[in-house]
T-cell receptor, first 111, second 114 residues
């Protein structure tokens, strides 16, 4: 079992829909990253959070440390949001620079 | 400057060639990373440099040789690669390599080994 699990694996939505991607982890962490990768492209860091909630434009990320769970929400989704979204955890205590990656959620937003 | 740059964007090489991938950042970050990513898979860590010293080698074959000439530059030297080494190679950097540091990723080099 992967230490970082994402759901769903694939997600198709219509433009304008509210989207939620979930990430659960089984290890102690110091921080959790949400990353975005467009097809054939490099990775963009969306959020890094260790508690609470962060918002940037139409993107919102939350984390519940007690439940070991994080969510990424996209409001008013748009076709340009189509990408793979990856959560990655930095382990603690005694964690190194290594990130433990989830397998990614492929999001397709149709016009 | 909040970018990690990588060159080249694409590279095609034969199994007997020697080539190098280059990564650069000017954010003052002291940790730099090489990742390998196969299609439809998450990135796999290869190497980590902290303060220009190799701190993590994830049992990578010796045909991949990293080098960190200074705090802004990271190279990956390639020699005698195999077709299965074809992948997207991503570089990343973070401020101090501490637990809660955010990693910034470059656009990657798409490598094809013939």
């Amino acid at each position: 079992k992967n230490e970082v699990e994402q759901s769903p694996q694939n997600l198709t939505a219509q433009e304008g829909e509210f989207i939620t991607i979930n990430c659960s982890y089984s290890v102690g962490i110091s921080a959790l990253h949400w990353l975005q990768q467009h097809p054939g492209g490099g990775i963009v860091s969306l959020f890094m959070l260790s508690s609470g909630k962060k918002k940037h434009g139409r993107l919102i990320a939350t984390i519940n440390i007690q439940e070991k769970h994080s969510s990424l929400h996209i409001t008013a989704s748009h076709p340009r949001d189509s990408a793979v979204y990856i959560c990655a955890a930095k382990q603690a205590p005694g964690g190194s620079e290594k990130l433990v990656f989830g397998k990614g959620t492929k999001l397709t937003v149709n016009p | 400057d909040t970018e990690v740059t990588q060159t080249p964007k694409h590279l095609v090489m034969g199994m007997t060639n020697k080539k190098s991938l280059k990564c650069e950042q000017h954010m003052g970050h002291r940790a730099m990373y090489w990742y390998k990513q196969k299609a439809k898979k998450p990135p796999e860590l290869m190497f980590v440099y902290s303060y220009e010293k190799l701190s993590i080698n994830e049992s990578v074959p010796s045909r991949f040789s990293p080098e960190c000439p200074n705090s802004s530059l990271l190279n990956l030297h390639l020699h005698a690669l195999q077709p299965e080494d074809s992948a997207l190679y991503l570089c990343a950097s973070s401020q101090l390599g501490l637990a809660a540091d955010e990693q910034f990723f470059g656009p990657g080099t798409r490598l094809t080994v013939l």
